[in-house]
């Protein structure tokens, strides 16, 4: 097989099923997404297909607005409202703020919080656990970690019905990684992530009976600008025959599983860790 990507990009047809469409609000309001790191990859394509679906979409960055505006220009193309926020999900105090400036966007859209996808997240150049630094310990477990924490706890106080919300659905992106360890890559990394498998399920045990359903996702080896900001640009196609389906997964490919774990047709599924790994 030809490893090279500029030679094997896949085009896939990407289609979203009618019955994904979200839930609407017994008081007419539309349904709202919140996908923090939505500017690109994963993020970037959960937006795009969750507006195929029906949703209007709030997103968050860090420092690529022009990227973020893309995305945002793309929703609106579809027929729904979009707006993008930059946030550093580490920063509990920017968390409260951008949360508190969507409460206000939406209220006077018509919207609704119905969902988030808590997509923010980081790795690093490739490491033993002897040679990290306190600084990269803290900015993993900070972003990857806690982050994804206060984020999906302000979701809950605007999603439970014991708040007054209409209920709705949180997805937390994982990765294979909390599985198998990443030894001599990236054992940080990895501990987040199976930090936050354990969060989804206690969490979605917590909130069953206020109508949030919580889950959590596991993607493989995925081809996206990730790999590079650890450097190792090439790194999915480099493993791909590492991999059972001898090729690297597409974000539109866990997208596809994003947006139904927060539909209607996912309504009995909480507490679960869905991996998408092309059996590795």
């Given at each position: 097989?030809?490893n090279?990507?500029?030679?094997?990009?896949?085009?896939?047809?990407?289609?979203?099923?009618?019955?994904?469409?979200?839930?609407?609000?017994?008081?007419?309001?539309?349904?709202?997404l919140?996908?923090?790191?939505?500017?690109?990859?994963?993020?970037?394509?959960?937006?795009?297909?969750?507006?195929?679906?029906?949703?209007?979409?709030?997103?968050?960055?860090v420092?690529?607005?022009?990227?973020?505006?893309?995305?945002?220009?793309?929703?609106?193309?579809?027929?729904?409202?979009?707006?993008?926020?930059?946030?550093d999900v580490?920063?509990?105090?920017?968390?409260?703020?951008?949360?508190?400036?969507?409460?206000?966007?939406?209220?006077?859209?018509g919207?609704?919080?119905?969902?988030?996808?808590?997509?923010?997240?980081?790795?690093?150049?490739?490491?033993?656990?002897d040679?990290?630094?306190?600084?990269?310990?803290?900015?993993?477990?900070?972003?990857?970690?806690?982050?994804?924490?206060?984020?999906?706890?302000e979701?809950?106080?605007?999603?439970?019905?014991?708040?007054?919300?209409?209920?709705?659905?949180?997805?937390?992106?994982?990765?294979?990684?909390?599985?198998?360890?990443?030894?001599?890559?990236?054992?940080?990394?990895?501990?987040?992530?199976?930090?936050?498998?354990?969060?989804t399920?206690?969490?979605?045990?917590?909130?069953?009976?206020?109508?949030?359903?919580?889950?959590?996702?596991?993607?493989?080896?995925?081809?996206?600008?990730?790999h590079?900001?650890?450097?190792?640009?090439?790194?999915?196609?480099?493993?791909?025959?590492?991999?059972?389906?001898?090729?690297?997964?597409?974000?539109?490919?866990?997208?596809?599983?994003?947006?139904?774990?927060l539909?209607?047709?996912?309504?009995?599924?909480?507490?679960?860790?869905?991996?998408?790994?092309?059996?590795?």
């Amino acid at each position: 097989m030809n490893n090279n990507p500029s030679e094997n990009n896949l085009h896939l047809n990407v289609m979203t099923p009618v019955n994904l469409s979200p839930m609407p609000s017994d008081d007419g309001r539309e349904p709202l997404l919140l996908i923090t790191g939505g500017s690109r990859g994963i993020g970037a394509a959960t937006a795009r297909l969750a507006a195929q679906a029906g949703w209007h979409v709030a997103l968050t960055y860090v420092s690529d607005a022009a990227s973020a505006g893309a995305v945002v220009d793309d929703v609106r193309a579809l027929g729904r409202r979009a707006r993008a926020w930059p946030l550093d999900v580490a920063d509990e105090a920017q968390v409260l703020a951008v949360c508190a400036e969507i409460d206000d966007w939406a209220g006077a859209e018509g919207l609704q919080w119905r969902g988030l996808v808590n997509n923010a997240g980081v790795v690093d150049r490739a490491q033993r656990c002897d040679e990290m630094s306190g600084e990269r310990l803290r900015r993993m477990v900070g972003i990857n970690l806690l982050g994804a924490m206060y984020v999906a706890r302000e979701a809950v106080r605007r999603l439970s019905t014991r708040h007054g919300g209409a209920g709705g659905s949180i997805v937390n992106l994982s990765s294979v990684a909390a599985r198998l360890g990443a030894a001599g890559q990236y054992v940080d990394y990895a501990a987040t992530k199976a930090g936050l498998d354990i969060w989804t399920q206690g969490l979605a045990r917590e909130v069953a009976a206020e109508g949030v359903r919580v889950n959590s996702v596991r993607p493989g080896i995925i081809d996206t600008e990730i790999h590079a900001s650890g450097g190792q640009p090439d790194r999915a196609w480099q493993l791909a025959p590492q991999i059972p389906m001898q090729r690297p997964g597409t974000a539109e490919e866990i997208a596809q599983t994003l947006v139904w774990l927060l539909s209607p047709q996912a309504s009995y599924t909480t507490a679960a860790i869905v991996e998408v790994t092309g059996g590795r």
